[in-house]
């Protein structure tokens, strides 16, 4: 992938209600799409991929991206966020023919009681 | 062990210095990769092992850093003469298997700060 866009560097939500966070790649070729969390103090960890088949796809703890290509976009979701969600979340994409990710300046999640 | 280790967990070095960075990855994993994190950026990404050799190296920014995994485990990432931009975050991360679709999983990374 040439770029991933997150465009929200910090989104601060209260607790319980609905978020999405946005991200945008361009590439030329078929690319793989990825989210990570990246909860204080920790290293990254993967949230939900994306390789092939149904658009929608899940997490353990409810978050939800959706892959739309008519719109280069892998937009993060989850309909109801608890404090513990508070994290840095990146967005990723990798050509399908190589390994390198590319990684999106990254959205900080405040969520607020 | 039971996930990617990193050492040393923060480093700190006068410009000019050379520096050794080191990472464990997960027992069993073939594919190993550093990257390098700013602050306020995403990780962005250096060079990726499969085994022994690397596969591809076209991240690293220039001929003052190497990185080798001589017996396809443990990699030592190198930096010679240091200057102040190469402070950042250096993140080891590593997976099962060298597909772009594998789960990759990170270390908790090396602070370097170059004064």
Known sequence: AQSVTQL???VPVFEEAPVELRCNYSSSVSVYLFWYVQYPNQGLQLLLKYLSGSTLVESINGFEAEFNKSQTSFHLRKPSVHISDTAEYFC???????????????TRLQVQP | ????????????TEKGKYVELRCDP???????YWYRQSLGQGPEFLIYFQGTGAADDSGLP??????VRPEGSVSTLKIQRT???DSAVYLCASSLGGQPGNTIYFGEGSWLTVV
């Open chain 2, 1 to 12: 062990g039971a996930g990617v280790s990193q050492t040393p967990s923060n480093k700190v």
């Open chain 2, 62 to 67: 220039n001929d003052r850093f190497f990185a």
């Open chain 1, 92 to 106: 990723a994409a990798v050509d399908t023919g190589r390994r390198a990710l590319t990684f999106g300046s990254g």
């Open chain 2, 83 to 85: 200057e102040r931009g």
């Open chain 2, 26 to 32: 997960i027992s069993g994993h073939t594919a190993l």
């Open chain 1, 8 to 10: 929200d560097s910090q």
